[in-house]
């Protein structure tokens, strides 16, 4: 169903290309990852595990 419904709303945008809900997923982790990679090199973090120590659940 999801699928489904992430190829209809491209459809409706005008976005073209073969997108399903795993390009959702494969999308949001990279940029997840890129903004990781960001913030370390602000912070001088070398090791993403000891940055995410800082991370808490939203409230």
């Known amino acids: ?3 489904e419904t992430v190829k ?3 459809k409706g945008a005008g976005i073209e290309g073969q997108f ?3 390009s959702l997923r494969t999308t949001t982790a990279t940029r997840g990852l890129s903004k990781d990679k ?3 090199e602000r912070t001088g973090h070398e090791d993403v595990r000891s940055l995410q120590k800082y ?3 939203d409230t």
Request: aromatic fraction near 6%; charge should be positive; proline fraction near 7%.
């Open 38 to 40: 960001f913030v370390m």
């Open 55 to 57: 991370q808490q659940p």
């Open 8 to 10: 209809r709303i491209c």
């Open 20 to 22: 399903t809900n795993h």
């Open 1 to 3: 169903m999801l699928g």
